[in-house]
T-cell receptor
Framework: GENVEQHPSTLSVQEGDSAVIKCTYSDSASNYFPWYKQELGKRPQLIID?????GEKKDQRIAVTLNKTAKHFSLHITETQPEDSAVYFC?????????????????FGQGTILTVHP | DTAVSQTPKYLVTQMGNDKSIKCEQNLGHDTMYWYKQDSKKFLKIMFSYNNKELIINETVPNRFSPKSPDKAHLNLHINSLELGDSAVYFCASSRGAFNSPLHFGNGTRLTVT
């Protein structure tokens, strides 16, 4: 099955700095890689995702890069703000097997606690 | 309107009891999930239903039994609760089973004493 490793587990930056979180995955058939942000006591919410047919995607201060050969993808947050403080999760899918056996699913990384200091 | 709603938000109960958590989505999605988030924040899938059919059943004790009466609802029943069941349980839904965004509910914090 899919194995997703996420680093670092904690990240502390000053307001205005950039933050980078990295993930590796094991299933070479994976083709969908979302990132979720979870604020304290809240639900995880999608912030950006990327599919395997592109290498980079950007949405304002957030960007994600994907290296399929190396099987890793990264989240980049520029000009960080205190409200970016949260737990960030990467995830990767695995394709389904034949009907009746293991279906595809989304496997999450262990999470990164990002703290942005004012 | 909340897209994925689950009840209750908090559940405090004693060991050995049986409890249920309900989930409903109004997004028209065909796939629903239960995830467990432990004290270390790790999100682990438990079950998934696609069009009311169970498609993912991870290594979960059979004290946990999901039920999907229709595409918009996925409930979780837990028998003989144990201390280790204490966690936050998230319901989620998506369009398609493995390659589209998950929409999570607000979670149910289960505390077993």
């Amino acid at each position: 099955g899919e194995n997703v490793e996420q680093h670092p587990s904690t990240l502390s930056v000053q307001e205005g700095d950039s933050a980078v979180i990295k993930c590796t995955y094991s299933d070479s058939a994976s083709n969908y890689f979302p990132w979720y942000k979870q604020e304290l006591g809240k639900r995880p919410q999608l912030i950006i995702d990327i599919r395997s047919n592109v290498g980079e995607k950007k949405d304002q201060r957030i960007a994600v890069t994907l290296n399929k050969t190396a099987k890793h993808f990264s989240l980049h947050i520029t000009e960080t703000q205190p409200e970016d403080s949260a737990v960030y999760f990467c995830a990767a899918n695995s394709k389904p097997g034949p009907k009746g056996t293991s279906y595809g699913k989304l496997t999450f990384g262990q999470g990164t606690i990002l703290t942005v200091h004012p | 309107d909340t897209a994925v709603s689950q009840t209750p938000k908090y559940l405090v109960t004693q060991m050995g009891n049986d409890k249920s958590i309900k989930c409903e989505q109004n997004l028209g999605h065909d796939t629903m999930y239960w995830y467990k988030q432990d004290s270390k924040k790790f999100l682990k899938i438990m079950f998934s239903y696609n069009n009311k059919e169970l498609i993912i059943n991870e290594t979960v004790p059979n004290r946990f039994s999901p039920k999907s009466p229709d595409k918009a609802h996925l409930n979780l029943h837990i028998n003989s609760l144990e201390l280790g069941d204490s966690a936050v349980y998230f319901c989620a839904s998506s369009r398609g089973a493995f390659n589209s965004p998950l929409h999570f509910g607000n979670g149910t914090r289960l505390t077993v004493t």
